[in-house]
């Protein structure tokens, strides 16, 4: 992203980077504590909530904490409770529902609520601006700034209106410099500036490798009679093969609105493997094709999901901010949930940032902030099930899902696990195997009714990136990318992108390389995925990218 030299300056006490729970959480609660603070938010989306996408089942933990009272408003999002859950074993033409008797308490939905995770993100906006924090969406935080000393003293935006050859278009306007006593980076997974700064300051240096999912969803219009408000459905198994983990999500919300996704696990060896095609084919499975008939899709979203948890959390301080939400990993893997760790995360930065600013400090490291999480309600939730996603990648769907489900019941029980903390060894993109190792897979074709291509989905989620546009997908060594990631893994990036952005394209007698930049939704996969690391995704032009509404 080109950014200019000169650019305009403007001081805060704390600045934000990203309008998701994490980021608005912090804003609320330090307007809370002291309202005297300026705090600005970035935004990178067109608008809060425009990238914002996730199942979403939320726990009320954080938001209990943030707003004690919300239960007696009457315009809050959380309108529908779980009534209702089921764990299914999907084998490819029947399913087996494990009795909730079984099932570890950690992963109940009981109290729980079904939303759109971008209409509680709007909710939070407006609580915020409410309280005098100043959101700026349509602006991408593409570079840290840093003072004399090496603390992090603030964040630039990029330059707006720049050309594909670098040349300033008719609208071009520079970016600019928001400074801030503290900085907090809640841009979610993998994000940009969260790599750099764990990188400068080697943030992970004593957590395991952080490992991710792909999740992909839908949002449905199902018919009346087929629609049971509050009843949830999780699954484990076909369509994926035994070694291949990941599951899926069925919700049903209000409205007579269904939102279905699957998560592939991001560790996967198999350079064949499509997530999105999986995913097509897990919506064909008898029990769960019969929810859409008669059912018109409306939305369509994809991105990344930390995965690591526990051991992969980094170090979340660093002088002048910290990390919070997904950017430092909060993800629950067997409740695929976030959101309520993320708020916590939030809460827990502003109070201690609310602390430091109120005793004269400034841009120096809240180690209170790193001392914490572990010990309260998000190390409460992280560490009992801290093993399933090591037991699931080295033993497999079939034992691991056991082994896991009876570490958690140990936990449970006496707060002790036989197996200790198991450590994630492997990066997701070194676990992928050359293609001589495997046998391509036939996917069936679309039939546009209950399954479709990623290009008419792509539609669905709104994308749109200026025509003229820098590419925000960086190709680092071409040559590379033509003798390893084709011809050693051929050509996993057209298979694991859910947006069509790669094609290796018949040139005469060889192949090249299209990167449909515009076609991106951001979900970040590529650059966790590529089997060399040769693919860097950078934030766009502000206001780029997915347009989710509901999602």
């Not at 199942?55 to 009457?74: C, M, Q, S, V, Y």
């Not at 009346?224 to 049903?252: A, C, E, M, N, Q």
């Not at 059912?295 to 990390?323: C, D, H, M, N």
Request: hydrophobic share 40%; proline share 6%; glycine share 12%.
């Amino acid at each position: 992203m080109h950014l200019s030299t000169t650019r305009e300056s403007m001081e805060f006490d704390v600045v934000i980077i990203g309008a998701g729970p994490a980021g608005l959480s912090a804003a609320i609660r330090l307007k809370q504590l002291n309202p005297t603070l300026s705090v600005v938010i970035l935004e990178k989306g067109a608008e809060v909530g425009a990238h914002i996408l996730s199942g979403a089942i939320i726990d009320p933990i954080g938001i209990d904490t943030l707003f004690p009272n919300w239960r007696k408003e009457e315009d809050h999002p959380f309108k529908t409770a779980v009534t209702q859950e089921h764990f299914l074993i999907l084998g490819e033409k029947r399913a087996w529902k494990i009795p909730n008797m079984l099932i570890p308490g950690v992963m109940s939905n009981r109290g729980n609520f079904v939303v759109s995770l971008g209409g509680v993100c709007r909710w939070l906006a407006q609580k915020a601006e409410r309280l005098g924090v100043e959101i700026y969406p349509g602006f991408a935080g593409i570079k840290m700034l840093y003072n004399a000393v090496g603390a992090v003293a603030g964040v630039a935006t990029g330059d707006m209106g720049v050309r594909k050859d670098g040349s300033h278009g008719l609208n071009y306007t520079p970016g600019i410099e928001l400074m801030g006593k503290y900085v907090l980076i809640g841009e979610g997974a993998c994000g940009s500036l969260a790599k750099e700064l764990i990188a400068h300051y080697a943030l992970d240096r004593k957590s395991c490798p952080q490992k991710y999912g792909i999740g992909i969803k839908e949002l449905w219009e199902v018919d009346p009679v087929r629609h049971r408000s509050g009843l949830i459905l999780h699954s484990v198994g076909w369509p994926l093969d035994k070694r291949t983990t990941g599951g899926s999500f069925l919700y049903h919300m209000k409205n007579n609105k269904v939102s279905v996704g699957f998560v592939v696990h991001l560790d996967y060896r198999n350079p064949y493997l499509s997530p999105f095609e999986e995913f097509q084919r897990f919506k064909t499975h008898p029990t769960i094709r019969n929810v859409f008939i008669g059912a018109k899709r409306i939305a369509y979203g994809a991105r990344a999901l930390t995965e690591g948890g526990w051991q992969s959390v980094p170090k979340l301080v660093f002088p002048g901010g910290a990390l919070v939400g997904c950017a430092a990993g909060f993800m629950n893997v067997p409740r695929i949930k976030g959101v309520h760790n993320a708020i916590l995360s939030g809460i827990t930065a502003g109070e201690h940032i609310a602390l430091a600013i109120a005793s004269g400090r400034a841009h120096d490291e809240i180690i209170g902030i790193e001392d914490s999480w572990r010990m309260g309600p998000i190390g409460r939730d992280l560490l009992p099930v801290r093993n399933l996603k090591p037991l699931w990648t080295k033993y497999g769907t079939k034992f691991g899902v056991i082994l896991g489900g009876f570490d958690m019941w140990c936990h449970q029980l006496s707060g002790f696990s036989l197996f200790g903390t198991m450590q994630h060894k492997k990066t997701d993109a070194v676990m992928l195997d050359p293609s001589f190792m495997h046998d391509p897979i036939k996917y069936p074709s679309p039939d546009n009714i209950l399954t479709f291509d990623r290009l008419s989905s792509i539609y669905l989620s709104g994308t749109h990136h200026r025509d003229d546009e820098p590419s925000h997908l960086l190709l680092k060594d071409k040559e590379l990318q033509e003798k390893s990631e084709l011809g050693v893994y051929s050509g996993p990036s057209t298979r694991y992108c859910p947006a069509a952005v790669y094609e290796w394209i018949e040139d005469g007698n060889s192949r090249r390389y299209v990167i449909n930049a515009q076609n991106c939704i951001h979900c970040k996969t590529c650059d966790i995925k590529d089997p060399n690391k040769n693919i860097e995704w950078i934030p766009p032009e502000g206001r780029g990218g997915p347009l989710y509404f509901d999602m």
